[in-house]
């Protein structure tokens, strides 16, 4: 039975640039494309939210660069709580789907790792391999 689950992922950057923030996007909602295989098909929207300290870029433009041109989505501000990890990009992905939520893996990488360290005990990411699969999959679409 296909129910509509939450897939979550965050990710940081070293500094408010808009090229590092669409690269670290895009990173992270391919790791969460490829651990759940996902087809933006299945897609119902997605919400990404960012720190107060970024502001260069829409961390959506990523998606929209991935080719989720029909799926809706949203930015906005994440809650700005003192001691808080800066520099935080964060998505939310409402995801049509038969996978139980228990089959669910969501994606914590650099240093937003440290938002779930119970949920980052994934494989080490092989970024020149995820680069190389990211810049495939831009061509096709």
Same mark, same amino acid.
């Given at each position: %039975?296909?129910?509509?689950?939450?897939?979550?992922? =965050?990710?940081? !950057?070293?500094?408010?640039?808009?090229?590092?923030?669409?690269?670290? +996007?895009?990173?992270?909602?391919?790791? %969460?494309?490829?651990?759940?295989?996902?087809? @933006?098909?299945?897609?119902?929207?997605?919400?990404? +939210? $960012?720190?107060?300290?970024?502001?260069?870029?829409?961390? =959506?433009?990523?998606?929209?660069?991935?080719?989720?041109?029909? !799926?809706?989505?949203?930015?906005?501000?994440?809650? @700005? $709580?003192?001691? @808080?990890?800066?520099?935080?990009?964060? !998505?939310?992905?409402?995801?049509?789907? +038969?996978?139980?939520? @228990?089959?669910?893996?969501?994606?914590?990488?650099?240093?937003?790792?440290?938002?779930?360290?119970?949920?980052?005990?994934?494989?080490?990411?092989? !970024?020149?391999?995820?680069?190389?699969?990211?810049?495939?999959?831009?061509?096709?679409?």
């Amino acid at each position: %039975m296909t129910m509509c689950r939450g897939v979550r992922g =965050a990710t940081t !950057v070293e500094q408010d640039d808009r090229e590092e923030i669409l690269k670290a +996007t895009t990173q992270l909602l391919a790791l %969460m494309i490829r651990r759940n295989e996902i087809d @933006s098909a299945d897609l119902a929207s997605a919400t990404f +939210t $960012v720190t107060k300290d970024l502001h260069s870029e829409f961390p =959506a433009l990523a998606a929209r660069q991935l080719g989720w041109l029909e !799926v809706p989505l949203l930015c906005g501000y994440e809650v @700005s $709580v003192e001691g @808080s990890l800066p520099r935080c990009i964060r !998505v939310l992905l409402h995801w049509n789907t +038969t996978k139980s939520q @228990s089959e669910i893996q969501h994606v914590y990488i650099r240093d937003a790792v440290k938002l779930r360290p119970d949920l980052s005990k994934v494989p080490a990411v092989d !970024v020149e391999e995820l680069e190389r699969w990211i810049a495939e999959h831009l061509k096709e679409d």
